[in-house]
């Protein structure tokens, strides 16, 4: 990334909110109005918000096909997008497209249909990410969530709204010896 493209804005400044709009795909962001808050979005010369937080909760979106466009549209430095809320929607799957933007430190994910404690995994690329919201899904159900979620995201240190204690590391750690196999090293069949 580049340093004259980076902004000193930060996660103080409102979020692009555009909950209970019953949207369907992302696209529609481009042509809805977002909801107003309580101090008024700050915006560049050329329209594009300069906030770092965009909410999406509360709609019925079940993929976040051209996320990366659409961002681009709305935010003066989609790059430095820090929380994103896609709370209470029908996605299936953490999108890939959500490990694109290096500086996300909160995402909330809860209330969705995500089944695969899997998916996770995709997460752990991000490196400030520190808030991760996956209660509400279909994968909390499976033994050990709040375990793998912890042994594949160390850095994060709230999940599911709760603090991620030493404690909880701990149990983490002594989960993954006992329930994790470690992948073997594949000696090569031409070195013996």
Not at 116 to 125: C, F, Y
Request: hydrophobic fraction near 35%; charge should be positive.
């Amino acid at each position: 990334m580049s340093r004259r493209h980076y902004t000193n804005t930060s996660v103080q400044e409102p979020p692009l909110d555009y909950s209970f709009r019953s949207i369907h795909v992302i696209q529609d962001l481009v042509s809805e109005e977002p909801r107003p808050g309580l101090r008024p979005l700050r915006h560049s010369k050329t329209g594009k918000s300069l906030t770092q937080s965009l909410w999406l909760n509360n709609n019925v979106l079940n993929d976040l096909n051209h996320f990366n466009q659409v961002v681009s549209q709305l935010l003066v430095y989609p790059q430095n997008l820090a929380w994103i809320d896609l709370s209470f929607n029908d996605l299936t799957s953490i999108d890939p497209v959500l490990t694109t933007f290096f500086n996300l430190s909160v995402i909330y994910l809860h209330g969705n249909s995500i089944q695969r404690l899997g998916e996770v995994n995709k997460l752990a690329v991000l490196p400030r990410l520190r808030s991760l919201t996956l209660h509400g899904n279909p994968m909390e159900e499976q033994k050990g969530y709040r375990h793998y979620v912890l042994c594949t995201l160390p850095r994060i240190t709230t999940l599911d709204f709760s603090g991620v204690t030493k404690a909880d590391r701990t149990t983490a750690e002594v989960w993954k010896r006992m329930n994790i196999k470690p992948k073997k090293a594949k000696i090569k069949q031409n070195a013996l």
